[in-house]
């Protein structure tokens, strides 16, 4: 059974910084990107980020290019997103992914419960 467990969300206000980490367990993810999305409330979930299997190529949704930085640790079966600089429009629920290949597209695979970021203003 595959298990993606998030943590890191919280408050902070505008301009601050967390750091989202997502554990993943159950099986290996050999040769799979893994991603980040975001819900915010009534909206449809979108992508933010992904990397590579290898660690080596990322890629970046415009809006938070420059802001976020998404890496990862296999050894850990861990991926992390690093969001400094955040605005109020950050606000959402961020769901990790073990994408359903190794392309920065991300097209999802097995999603994680979520965790809540809120930027205050």
């Known amino acids: 059974q595959v298990q993606l467990v998030e943590s890191g969300g919280g408050l902070v206000q505008a301009g601050g910084s967390l750091r989202l980490s997502c554990a993943a367990s159950?099986?290996?993810?050999?040769?799979?990107?893994m991603g980040w999305f975001r819900q915010a409330p009534g909206k449809e979930r979108e992508f933010v980020a992904a990397?590579?299997?290898?660690?080596?190529?990322?890629y970046y949704a415009d809006s938070v290019k420059g802001r976020f930085t998404i890496s990862r640790d296999n050894a850990k079966n861990t991926v992390y997103l690093q969001m400094n600089s955040l605005k109020p429009e950050d606000t959402a629920v961020y769901y990790c992914n073990v994408c359903s290949d190794n392309s920065l597209g991300c097209p999802p695979g097995y999603w994680g419960q979520g965790t809540q970021v809120t930027v205050s203003s």
């Open positions: 990397v590579s299997w290898s660690g080596g190529n990322t």
């Open positions: 159950g099986r290996t993810f050999s040769r799979r990107a």
